[in-house]
Structure formats: structure tokens, C-alpha cells
């Protein structure tokens, strides 16, 4: 792969191109910059990933559709960056970086995990970009590490530390640590779902596809007829019919997600815990989130300390794609070598 060098005079006629990819939407969108710094993506377009049989083809697809051929691109992937092979964790895409710029047609490629883009976008947010799930106001820290947790179709994990008006970031594959069960409920879910799998990650059950897990360990526990539901249905069925089953399914979901998300933030040392991927947009006041915040302050002697922990949600449509812009658009040449 080329050497990343970054937005150039020669490259300003043509739109740098951004996307973000997941285990179910391929996200496009072009990005430029005012003279004020402020990103903006344009030209935005989601693709089902299903429905192509690579990414090539995917961004292909929606390089047809601009006006003047990409120069350049950033892609934020729902996988470790870390081999000339990347294969999507829940994407069955295969991505060759050595040979994606010239696959693409494009002079520079750069990738980066979806985590770390999203980390990324955190500091070009402002403060009304946030939904805050504790009580008080949602400020982001000037200085400290911000945990990032997101479910979606997988469980994602960043950490972004800001020290100094600087700010670091580290992508990590948090959410395939181990599920750790905090009652006798959730041990009945743990050897349900051991059941089905050699090993069962936390993003095994705090996902998209970790919802349905949860319905179906439940009707077992209680003993009802298990008919596979699909994760949208159940989250249809729990935030606006108010099925019983759903609602009890989405209620321990989110207790397994506070729990995690508490005990990613004493891992990391955080000081603030921000809140992404695709599901948490989807409740936007319709359920409460006490079983999530209890749950991720429920840390026995650090219990206190977790109640002052303030807890974040992403109000921006793409924070990938924005993360992903700033790569682009903001790096330091020097820093942008290829992955």
C-alpha cells in the first residue's frame, strides 16, 4: 500500500472518500474541511454488506455514484488492523491492504479499526452531541481516558486518552473477553448459550445478535415454547408494542451491558465512559436505563466512585465515518503512515 500522505494541494479537486464498516452496513461518505476546521461529510450512503460480495465491489458501487473520481481513502473496519489478510469479524469481507489502493483505483488507502475512529470523533463533537445517561450533565474530560463501548452487530471497545490538549488512542478487541455472569439469572444464560459454543464472549450476548440469545435462555428459564425470534423484531416488540418477553430480554440486555461497560472503564482507569454503535439510538427514551447505570455501578468497594462516573451517549448519526474523516483531514502528515 502507498504511503499515507494525507490531503495535498494535488488532491483538493478530488473528494476524499471515508466509510465505516460493520457486520451489517458498509457506511460511505466524502469529507472536506472549512476554513474554520469544521469536518463535514457529504455524499453519505449505507449499503448492506449483505449485499455485496466484498468490499471492493461495495465501494465501487458508490464510487459510481460521485461526480469526480475519489483520490484517497480512510476506512474505519470492524477488525483488528494487524495483517496483509483482514478478515471482518462479523463480515465474511476478506480486505488485502497492500493491494487495496490499486484495487480501489485510488492513489492512498488508510485503515484503522472502527473503534479507534469512533474514539476519534469523540474530541470534534460538541457538547449537545451528547445524550447523558447519569443524572448530571454529560462534559466531556479535558484530561483522562474515556472508555468507548458500543454494541452492534459485534461489541466494540476503544480507549481514547486525553492529556496535555493531546489525545491518544487504542484500539483493542475488548469485547471478546469473556462473559462474566453477576447473578443466577445470568449463569442460566452462560451455560445455555455454552451449549452453542465453545466460548462465549461478552459480545457473544451483548450484541445485536446477543439480544436473541437472551430472549431464547429466558423462554428456557421459564420454561415457554422457544421460537428463534430476529434481533429487530425483539427490539420492535420491547420499544414499541411492549411485549412482555421483549422487554424482559432488552431489560437484562442492558444490565449486561452496564456491567461490561463498568468493568471496561476499571480496566482502563477511566475517568468517563462514552456510549456508541448502532442499538443505544434505537431507545431514544422509550425504556429505562436505570438497570444499565445500576449495574455498571454495582462494583462493590468502587462503588462510589462509579457513581461519579459520568456515562455518555453518541447523539451523531456516523461517528465512524467522522472519526475516519479526522484521519483524513487532521492528522499530522508524518503520523499518517500506511497500516
Request: aromatic share 6%; hydrophobic share 45%; charged share 20%.
Amino acid at each position: 500500500m502507498a504511503n499515507w500522505r494525507g490531503r495535498d494541494d494535488d488532491a483538493a479537486g478530488s473528494p476524499g472518500v471515508v466509510a465505516d464498516i460493520g457486520g451489517t452496513n458498509a457506511r460511505f461518505a466524502t469529507a472536506t474541511k472549512d476554513a474554520s476546521g469544521k469536518i463535514t461529510l457529504e455524499n453519505r450512503v449505507t449499503l448492506r454488506t449483505a449485499d455485496f460480495p466484498s468490499f471492493e465491489s461495495a465501494f465501487q458501487n458508490y464510487a459510481a455514484g460521485l461526480a469526480t473520481p475519489p483520490s484517497e481513502g480512510v476506512f474505519a473496519l470492524a477488525s483488528p488492523i494487524n495483517s496483509d489478510e483482514i478478515k471482518l469479524t462479523n463480515n465474511p469481507w476478506v480486505l488485502r491492504p497492500s493491494s487495496l489502493a490499486g484495487r480501489l483505483g485510488l492513489e492512498r488507502v488508510r485503515l484503522v479499526n472502527d473503534f479507534e475512529a469512533i474514539a476519534r470523533s469523540i474530541g470534534c463533537l460538541q457538547p449537545d452531541e451528547f445524550d447523558s445517561i447519569t443524572q448530571s450533565p454529560f462534559a466531556l474530560p479535558q484530561d483522562g481516558v474515556v472508555s468507548v463501548v458500543g454494541p452492534g452487530s459485534g461489541l466494540g471497545v476503544g480507549l481514547l486518552l486525553r492529556r496535555g490538549g493531546t489525545s491518544n488512542i487504542i484500539a483493542c478487541e475488548g469485547g471478546h473477553v469473556g462473559f462474566a455472569p453477576a447473578d443466577e439469572i445470568e449463569q442460566h444464560i452462560l451455560r445455555f448459550v455454552q451449549g452453542r459454543y465453545p466460548r462465549v464472549s461478552a459480545e457473544r450476548l451483548i450484541s445485536g445478535p446477543g439480544l436473541v440469545h437472551v430472549y431464547i435462555a429466558l423462554a428456557e428459564l421459564d420454561g415457554r415454547a422457544i421460537v428463534p425470534p430476529h434481533a429487530v423484531p425483539l427490539w420492535r416488540a420491547a420499544l414499541e408494542d411492549g411485549e412482555p418477553h421483549a422487554c424482559a430480554a432488552v431489560e437484562r440486555w442492558l444490565m449486561l451491558l452496564g456491567a461490561f461497560a463498568g468493568d471496561m472503564a476499571l480496566a482502563h482507569g477511566a475517568v468517563a465512559v462514552v456510549l456508541a454503535g448502532g442499538i443505544l439510538p434505537r431507545f431514544e427514551g422509550k425504556i429505562d436505563l436505570t438497570p444499565m447505570v445500576s449495574r455498571f455501578q454495582a462494583k462493590g468497594r468502587f462503588e462510589a466512585m462509579m457513581g461519579r462516573m459520568p456515562i455518555g451517549a453518541i447523539k451523531h448519526p456516523e461517528p465512524g465515518l467522522l472519526g475516519a474523516a479526522t484521519v483524513l483531514l487532521e492528522e499530522p502528515a508524518q503520523d499518517r503512515a500506511a497500516a
